[in-house]
């Protein structure tokens, strides 16, 4: 049972943490293209639409996630998560919740597959009328939301699953000492 509930508190620990990297990550996100930002030439409409529609969008969803999964930490420290085993409403609800966390993220990394999709498909041979030189395509933020959010998956699987089996552990437990 003491393994079980380090794991639970050694698990609340990384969602925690992982929850508050997924936040950090959907604050920069938007700054990796800012140059993209403003432009104004009827050849860069195709560019300015893919900025202020598709990636502001897609910030804003995944901003609202981001602020799910830090509600998230919120309930581990209401429903005493990382001092005591879960009683049954405790690991329902934070079951679900990781469910919701889960959906978040597999959305995100969906969503921003299409968008990294468009984005190389957009033509920036003009970007110098708007007085953008130079610019090159930028991938690495796609990359790194994609790992953010497949560890972001895992760490929610592991917390549900090893706080179902506090909860179940402890009530054997409890029954085989009654």
Known sequence: MKKIFRGQVILSAVYTVTAIVV???TLVFMTEYNDLFGLKMPQNKQIAQF???ILQGFNRQILVWAIVGIIGILMIVLLEIRTAVPDRFAAAVMTVYMGCCCFGAVNAIRNILAIW??????DFQYLYADGITGYELKF????????????????????AAVLLLSHI??????????
């Open 169 to 178: 552990r402890y009530k054997k437990l409890q029954k085989g000492g009654a």
């Open 51 to 53: 900025y202020e529609v």
């Open 23 to 25: 936040f950090l990550y």
């Open 117 to 122: 999709a468009y984005y190389k498909g957009l």
């Open 140 to 159: 690495t933020t796609f990359q790194v939301g994609i790992g953010i959010y497949s560890v972001q998956i895992i760490v929610c699987v592991a917390f």
